[in-house]
């Protein structure tokens, strides 16, 4: 357009979230000149923390711990020199409307007691289930860091990744092969009901197989969900751990800005893309909103895949099929997200106290029973807020006081389910109404609860896509449901973290790897990106020398 202003680098990087951030750092690193364009003020994304009710209180409006990233990741990019610091969190607390309580530390003879409270047989088999499900995680975890072949190709390249994924998992004898194809599509009820027979116990080993998923613990594929909670690392090695960001999620994102823009990357927030410009199937770089253009022999696209291929792509550019397959993805929620000032910790009835204890440091849930994780999914699906919400709770500043202040805390409640419709609505009154419900259902197990809130923000399905660019509110970009995970995220045939598009890459959570803030889609993008970059050199001096 007449007056536009054209720059050239060597990469452009679309969304400053936290692989948007980690492919600039890891980009950069390499030696490329490297531009991110971010639309909202703020870089981090959904990893951000913000202080909704002025500076003193400090929350991560939507993501709220850390577990998957790699140390890869932290040791390439340095990010503990540049502010990482995550501190694992405590025990999950779950009080009961019958002053009963459950406090699981998931480690090896401790949770008996607990959990012979409501079943001695389940307190028996607790151990057995958390090594079975350890030792199917350690064999399936390498598969996050590994790139998903293109099944089905015939070309000699890519059999070769077939038959390198298939190596990989030699780890897996009939047995676990048979045990990991069961995870892959059962639901977390029936998985759990082999093993289980407290509905207590069974329900809070289900919330890690719903959270952020439009399913009930009875819909197949929802023990997947929850064996992807179980595979972490906070950097100790030890898998299925949780922690809290030192300075909230925001202070992670922060950091990988820091190590990318020590390597030489350039960050620009409140610049939204108008589209990514192609031509004759390649990519040409990006046109900004306000019609400047960065001319870029590569792309990287870190936003929602409806995003990237349906609104800044000219779907003529792109094959039908595809189109298609972008078109069918996914990408419900029915989450929202409530966070709140307390003046106080909770009362609990069921263990009086407000005093710091570690009951306080893991998550504090508000789940009563596997039956009463299912209705509220089951109010939602038939167009209509879960009447009583579940919900995954934590306090950070027990860990962290730097928070908030002196004597009082931060609490996040990450709650479902309310109709997948609100995502194309603000529904402000029934937010609200919901809200109301949530807090009331802890008040019911720590009557001080509602009276100690000083602050509340919520966040529906709407705000989460039209204020931080989750289509349908969804935390993972997709459902994490059968069809849509390994080489079918998020299209056959582009799970490589290639696109149609020659020069174009992604690298969203919707891509392999992704859902939570693991940085493993970034990385994994970034390799392929720079061995495509190798290859191309050398074909250059090859054609060269033939001269």
Same mark, same amino acid.
């Given at each position: 357009?007449?007056?536009?202003?054209?720059?050239?680098?060597?990469?452009?990087?679309?969304?400053?979230?936290?692989?948007?951030?980690?492919?600039?750092?890891?980009?950069?690193?390499?030696?490329?000149?490297?531009?991110?364009?971010?639309?909202?003020?703020?870089?981090?994304?959904?990893?951000?923390?913000?202080?909704?009710?002025?500076?003193?209180?400090?929350?991560?409006?939507?993501?709220?711990?850390?577990?998957?990233?790699?140390?890869?990741?932290?040791?390439?990019?340095?990010?503990?020199?540049?502010?990482?610091?995550?501190?694992?969190?405590?025990?999950?607390?779950?009080?009961?409307?019958?002053?009963?309580?459950?406090?699981?530390?998931?480690?090896?003879?401790?949770?008996?007691?607990?959990?012979?409270?409501?079943?001695?047989?389940?307190?028996?088999?607790?151990?057995?289930?958390?090594?079975?499900?350890?030792?199917?995680?350690?064999?399936?975890?390498?598969?996050?860091?590994?790139?998903?072949?293109?099944?089905?190709?015939?070309?000699?390249?890519?059999?070769?990744?077939?038959?390198?994924?298939?190596?990989?998992?030699?780890?897996?004898?009939?047995?676990?092969?048979?045990?990991?194809?069961?995870?892959?599509?059962?639901?977390?009820?029936?998985?759990?009901?082999?093993?289980?027979?407290?509905?207590?116990?069974?329900?809070?080993?289900?919330?890690?197989?719903?959270?952020?998923?439009?399913?009930?613990?009875?819909?197949?594929?929802?023990?997947?969900?929850?064996?992807?909670?179980?595979?972490?690392?906070?950097?100790?090695?030890?898998?299925?751990?949780?922690?809290?960001?030192?300075?909230?999620?925001?202070?992670?994102?922060?950091?990988?800005?820091?190590?990318?823009?020590?390597?030489?990357?350039?960050?620009?927030?409140?610049?939204?893309?108008?589209?990514?410009?192609?031509?004759?199937?390649?990519?040409?770089?990006?046109?900004?909103?306000?019609?400047?253009?960065?001319?870029?022999?590569?792309?990287?696209?870190?936003?929602?895949?409806?995003?990237?291929?349906?609104?800044?792509?000219?779907?003529?550019?792109?094959?039908?099929?595809?189109?298609?397959?972008?078109?069918?993805?996914?990408?419900?929620?029915?989450?929202?997200?409530?966070?709140?000032?307390?003046?106080?910790?909770?009362?609990?009835?069921?263990?009086?106290?407000? $005093?710091?204890?570690?009951? /306080?440091?893991? *998550? !504090?849930?508000?789940?009563?029973? &596997?039956?009463?994780? #299912?209705?509220?999914? =089951?109010?939602?699906?038939?167009?209509?807020?879960?009447?009583?919400?579940?919900?995954?709770?934590?306090?950070?500043?027990?860990?962290?006081?730097?928070?908030?202040?002196?004597?009082?805390?931060?609490?996040?409640?990450?709650?479902?389910?309310?109709?997948?419709?609100?995502?194309?609505?603000?529904?402000?009154?029934?937010?609200?109404?919901?809200?109301?419900?949530?807090?009331?259902?802890?008040? $019911?197990?720590?009557?001080? /609860?509602?009276? *100690? !809130?000083?602050?509340?923000?919520? &966040?529906?399905?709407? #705000?989460?896509?039209? =204020?931080?660019?989750?289509?349908?509110?969804?935390?993972?970009?997709?459902?994490?449901?059968?069809?849509?995970?390994?080489?079918?995220?998020?299209?056959?045939?582009?799970?490589?973290?290639?696109?149609?598009?020659?020069?174009?890459?992604?690298?969203?959570?919707?891509?392999?790897?992704?859902?939570?803030?693991?940085?493993?889609?970034?990385?994994?993008?970034?390799?392929?990106?720079?061995?495509? $970059?190798?290859?191309?050199?050398?074909?250059?001096?090859?054609?060269?020398?033939?001269?």
């Amino acid at each position: 357009m007449p007056g536009e202003h054209v720059e050239q680098c060597d990469a452009t990087v679309v969304g400053g979230g936290h692989n948007g951030l980690v492919a600039a750092a890891y980009l950069a690193r390499a030696g490329l000149r490297t531009v991110v364009l971010e639309a909202r003020d703020v870089t981090g994304g959904a990893a951000v923390t913000e202080t909704p009710w002025g500076p003193d209180f400090k929350v991560t409006a939507l993501s709220y711990v850390m577990s998957l990233m790699p140390p890869t990741i932290i040791e390439d990019l340095a990010l503990v020199r540049h502010g990482y610091h995550v501190v694992p969190m405590g025990p999950s607390f779950i009080a009961f409307p019958d002053e009963r309580s459950l406090l699981l530390h998931e480690e090896p003879g401790r949770d008996f007691d607990e959990i012979a409270k409501f079943s001695r047989r389940d307190a028996e088999r607790i151990d057995d289930y958390h090594a079975w499900l350890h030792g199917v995680a350690d064999v399936l975890a390498p598969l996050l860091l590994r790139t998903p072949p293109r099944i089905g190709s015939h070309r000699p390249a890519d059999l070769l990744d077939q038959l390198r994924t298939a190596w990989g998992l030699r780890g897996l004898d009939v047995r676990s092969s048979a045990e990991a194809t069961r995870l892959f599509t059962m639901s977390i009820s029936d998985l759990l009901d082999e093993w289980f027979e407290s509905p207590e116990v069974k329900g809070v080993l289900a919330i890690n197989g719903v959270i952020g998923t439009w399913a009930g613990p009875e819909e197949p594929g929802t023990a997947y969900v929850m064996m992807h909670h179980t595979i972490g690392d906070v950097g100790d090695g030890q898998l299925g751990s949780w922690g809290y960001p030192r300075g909230g999620m925001g202070a992670v994102t922060a950091a990988i800005r820091r190590s990318a823009e020590s390597f030489g990357a350039e960050v620009r927030t409140s610049t939204p893309v108008a589209r990514i410009d192609v031509r004759d199937g390649r990519v040409l770089g990006v046109t900004t909103e306000t019609g400047d253009v960065l001319r870029a022999a590569v792309v990287v696209a870190a936003t929602h895949p409806k995003i990237t291929f349906l609104r800044h792509i000219d779907r003529a550019e792109l094959p039908a099929d595809f189109v298609g397959d972008l078109e069918r993805w996914r990408s419900r929620s029915g989450v929202v997200k409530v966070n709140v000032a307390l003046s106080e910790l909770p009362d609990f009835l069921a263990w009086p106290g407000t $005093e710091p204890h570690e009951r /306080f440091t893991g *998550s !504090v849930e508000l789940c009563h029973s &596997i039956d009463y994780i #299912q209705r509220a999914f =089951e109010d939602a699906r038939h167009g209509r807020a879960a009447e009583r919400p579940f919900s995954d709770g934590v306090i950070p500043s027990t860990l962290d006081p730097t928070l908030c202040p002196e004597g009082t805390h931060v609490m996040s409640l990450f709650t479902q389910w309310v109709p997948e419709s609100w995502a194309h609505e603000p529904h402000p009154s029934e937010l609200d109404a919901y809200a109301d419900r949530v807090i009331d259902g802890y008040n $019911e197990l720590a009557p001080n /609860f509602k009276q *100690s !809130v000083i602050h509340r923000q919520v &966040i529906g399905p709407w #705000q989460m896509e039209h =204020e931080y660019g989750l289509i349908g509110g969804n935390i993972f970009h997709g459902e994490l449901s059968p069809d849509q995970l390994f080489h079918m995220r998020p299209a056959p045939g582009y799970a490589d973290f290639t696109t149609p598009i020659a020069g174009l890459y992604q690298c969203s959570s919707a891509t392999h790897g992704g859902g939570g803030v693991t940085g493993i889609p970034a990385l994994l993008c970034t390799r392929r990106l720079l061995a495509d $970059e190798r290859r191309r050199r050398l074909a250059r001096r090859l054609k060269v020398w033939d001269r």
